[in-house]
C-alpha cells in the first residue's frame, strides 16, 4: 500500500488508463501494427525528436512521449516535496489499468538535482503517453487531464491514434565544437591535486572525495537524441539508457530499484580505463582494481550504501565480495545489494523518494564522510553539477519506481549544445593526471554517441 496523501484543490486530476498492446490488429496505426517494437532502433525511429522521456535497459523499459504536466522542487526538501506532490496527483487520478506491471498505469520520469543548493529544478514529467515493454510484454498509458472528460471513454486505438506517430529516420547531428566548460582538464588537475593533499593532511576529517569536470559540445543544428539513445543502448546494453527533462545518457549504476516491496541497488566504485579490448584486459583489469586504492575506495561505497540503506530495509544483504563490471570503454568493481522495503506503523509504504533520498549521495558521487565531501565538492568544483549525479528515473502510482544515478550524461541546454560532465573517487594518493585521464574514459561513451570525432588518450 503506497503512502497517501490527500489532493489538494489545485491537484489535476489525471485520466489514466493502462492496456496490453501487443497483441493488436495488423491495421492498428504505426508503429503498433505487428506486435512493436520490434527493435530499439525501428522503434526510436517513431519517436518525436524532441518531447519524449525514456528509461531502456536492454529492451525493456519506458517510454514516455508528450507532456501532461511538470512537477518541480528545489532545495534542502527536494525530495519531499516531489514524492508529496506525486502522492497528491496519485491520490486524485482516475486510473484503469488492464495491465498490473510495475510501470503500468500512472508513471512520472524524474530527474532529481545533485546538491541541495543546486539552481537547477528536481522534476518529474508525466508524459501524455507511456510505452512500456517488460518480459516481452508491451503496453500502452495514456494519461489524459481533467480538462478532457470524455477520455475514460475513448477506444483504445482513439487514443493511438491520438500519438500520431510518423517515422523519420535518425539523424546525425555534424559537431562544430568540443570545448572545457567550468572546470577545464587543466583546472581538474589543480583541484585533484589540492583535493589529495587535503586527504593526506594529518587533520582531514574526509578519506574520499568525487570531483568532476564538465565539457560543452555544440552541433550545426539540432541534436537528435534519438540517435544518441539508440547508440548508447546498442553499445552499453548492460547499462539504463535515460532521457528526462533534457538529461541524457546511460548509467551503470542503479541507485536504487523498488519493485513490489523489493529493494536492490548496484553501487560503483573503482575504475580500469580499458585501452583496447575489455575482454582481453579483464586480467589486468582484475589486477589493477585489485590494489589498495580501488579496493578502499569501494568499501567506502559499500558501507555508505549499507549504512544508509539499512534505515529503509529489512533482510538487507550486500555482496561479501565485488564482481567486475565490463562495459565498453571502463571496467566498474561493482557490489549489488538487495532487501526488503520497511513498512511504516501504519502498513503504508516508503516511497522511492525516499529511500533515493536516504542514499543519495552515494560516496561513489559524494565521498567519505558524506556531510563533510559535500562541503568539500562545493569548495574544489568551480560549478554547479545539475542533475548530473543526481537520481534520475521513474516512479508509478503503486510505490515502485528506479534511481539510477546521472551518470556519462549531459544535460542539452540548447536543441544544439550539450553540457557534459564526469568525475572520478580522489583518495590520498590520487594521481591528478591519471584522474583526469579517468574522466575522458567516462566521458567517451557520450562523446562517440554524439559522434564527436575525438580519439581518447588510452595510455594509462
Ligand atoms: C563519478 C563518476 O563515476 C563514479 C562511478 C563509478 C566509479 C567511479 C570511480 O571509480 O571514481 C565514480 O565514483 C562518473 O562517471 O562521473
Redesign the pocket.
Known sequence: MPHTSAPSASTPRLTVRSWFVDGLTPDAPPPFAGNIPTSSLDFLTQLPTSGFACWVRGRSGLVGIGRRLRLRARGEDRFHDLARQWDELVAAAEVDDRVALMGSGLVGFSAIAFAADSGVDSVIDVPEYILGRRDGRVWLTHVGGDEDPTQPAAQSDELIAGLQLTPTPLRDQRIVSRAPGHVSPERFEEIVALAASRLRSPEAGERKI?L?RDEVITAEDDIDVRTVLGRLNAEFPSTWTFLVAGLVGAT??LLIGVEDGAVHSRV????YRVQDDPEKEVARARAHLGGRK?SV?HSY?IDSLASTLGPVTEELHVDPEPHLLQLANVI?LASDAHGRLSTRADGSRISPFEVAHAVHPT???GGTPRARAMDLISQFEEMDRGR??GPVGWVDGYGNGQFG?A??CGQLEERNRIRL?????IMPDSEPESERR??DA?FAPMRSALGVDWSPDTSH
Open positions: 568525487v568532476a551503470p549504476e560503483l566504485a573503482g575504475t580501488d575506495e561505497a566498474h560516496a561513489a558521487v548530473y549525479a544515478i551518470l556519462r560532465f564526469a568525475g572520478a573517487g579517468e574522466t567516462k
